[in-house]
């Protein structure tokens, strides 16, 4: 049974940081890409940032490049969003995902979704 777990969200102010983890369990990790999508209320759900297997390359919305770093640890099979100079319209909850074989950056090519992990940022 394939669970992805995400951690590290809450409140924080503008400029401030908070750092996501996602923990894997039930699948091979490093046979998946694997991505961070996120949804505020009332709105659809985006693509943040996605990984490769091996960390080497990363996909960056526009809304967060710069300032949102993405990494993995395949030997502890967690993905980690780096989150710095936090904004008020990042609050939203936060969702990992693991993508096999299908490109990163399509929300509909996903195989397995965690819960989510909530995002609030206050100015």
């Known amino acids: 049974q394939v669970q992805l777990v995400e951690s590290g969200g809450g409140s924080v102010q503008a400029g401030g940081s908070l750092r996501l983890s996602c923990a894997a369990s039930g699948l091979t990790f490093d046979d998946y890409a694997m991505g961070w999508f996120r949804q505020a209320p009332g709105k659809e759900r985006d693509f943040v940032s996605c990984?490769?297997?091996?960390?080497?390359?990363?996909y960056y919305a526009e809304a967060v490049k710069g300032r949102f770093t993405a990494s993995r640890d395949n030997a502890k099979n967690t993905l980690y969003l780096q989150m710095n100079s936090l904004k008020p319209e990042d609050t939203a909850m936060y969702y990992c995902?693991?993508?096999?074989?299908?490109?990163?950056?399509?929300?509909?090519?996903?195989?397995?979704w965690g819960q989510g992990t909530q995002v609030t940022v206050s100015s």
């Open positions: 995902a693991a993508v096999y074989g299908g490109s990163c950056l399509l929300e509909t090519t996903y195989n397995y």
């Open positions: 990984i490769n297997w091996n960390g080497e390359a990363t």
